[in-house]
């Protein structure tokens, strides 16, 4: 990932998640395979959960898994709701290993400290945050899994993105053919090409809104409107495209 890209994610802000063994299988038995899921957590541990906000998911220490707080809403008067999405596998697959890659003599008291905290939800401070993401982001293998986030992210929480499209698709793909997290491996070490699907796309429609087999364009503007005329005839044609 280029340098933008980091900082675009470091900018999102990082907060990580503790999640035991048995939660974690039971989320990956749900229709998410674990991709996508809500937990509830008291208002006050709820409050780090900011939207938009990436999320390392470390499970029992374990196993190492990324994603994003896609929105946090109260459900009770004790409790919020907290959903996550985009979640995948991340190297080096776990928090311990992670930590071990952050060097910086300044930051080693709040590495200290965020291997010691049992809270289920811990705000990452900024600093030891942006650390962690330019390592995560170091490791090549990890570009397709950072470069969907950050898709999201750059979209404010439109889907819209090709890139992102495309992983769903393919996630749906596999586990509809009873595939799972494994059988899952896309490595797409640049940017991808389908970014530019939808240039593509809008210059073909403005193309075929402004040619009519027979009939000869009078005028056309930007709105998709154009005008056509054959003989006595006069056809107007509107383009809604959006």
């Not at 998640?17 to 395979?33: F, G, N």
């Amino acid at each position: 990932m280029d340098e933008r890209e980091v900082r675009q994610m470091q900018a999102a802000g990082l907060i990580l998640v503790r999640v035991d063994h048995d939660t974690w299988e039971a989320l990956e038995d749900t229709r998410r395979h674990g991709a996508q899921f809500t937990l509830n957590y008291r208002h006050a541990a709820a409050r780090s959960a900011k939207a938009r906000s990436l999320a390392l998911i470390a499970v029992d220490g374990s196993h190492l898994r990324i994603g994003i707080v896609r929105s946090r809403q109260a459900i009770s008067s004790l409790d919020t709701r907290v959903a996550f999405d985009f979640v995948d596998d991340i190297e080096p697959g776990s928090l311990a290993r992670l930590l071990r890659d952050v060097e910086t003599p300044t930051l080693q008291q709040a590495v200290a400290r965020l291997r010691a905290v049992p809270e289920e939800i811990t705000a990452i401070s900024s600093q030891l945050g942006q650390s962690m993401i330019a390592a995560l982001a170091a490791d090549q293998a990890n570009s397709p899994v950072l470069r969907r986030i950050l898709a999201w992210i750059a979209g404010r929480g439109r889907v819209e993105n090709a890139v992102v499209m495309q992983h769903d698709a393919i996630k749906l793909a596999v586990n509809a053919f009873g595939g799972d997290g494994e059988a899952y491996e896309l490595a797409v070490l640049g940017p991808s090409a389908l970014a530019s699907i939808r240039v593509l796309e809008d210059a073909a429609i403005e193309h075929d809104a402004r040619w009519l087999p027979g009939w000869t364009m009078d005028e056309s503007d930007l709105t998709g409107r154009a005008r056509f005329r054959k003989h006595d005839g006069e056809l107007e044609i509107y383009t809604a495209n959006r």
